[in-house]
């Protein structure tokens, strides 16, 4: 994701981030399967307070093609810039 200033406002353009919201993460072998398991150290709640399982949605949502060596994101982003300061 990339963030730009625009018009004095910092926006958020790019695709959303997924959802991750535990820390770091604990792990130990079950003595007789000698399965791994994984938990969580930490949980976050956002300033707001709010704990829903979202990740960071942008203002504009643009999605990148990761076939091409062009960055579609960055690429839109400047135009717009370019359109708004005329």
Do not use: C, W
Request: glycine content about 8%; overall charge negative; aromatic content about 10%.
């Amino acid at each position: 994701m990339h963030v730009f200033i625009i018009s004095g406002f910092g926006e958020l353009i790019g695709e959303p981030t997924t959802p991750v919201l535990y820390g770091n993460a604990r792990q130990f072998k079950l003595p007789n399967t000698q399965l791994t398991v994984t938990y969580p150290e930490g949980y976050f709640v956002r300033p707001s307070g709010d704990t829903s399982l979202n990740g960071t949605i942008p203002d504009l949502i643009i999605s990148d093609d990761l076939n091409s060596e062009k960055d579609k994101i960055l690429d839109y982003t400047i135009n717009l810039i370019k359109k708004q300061s005329n």
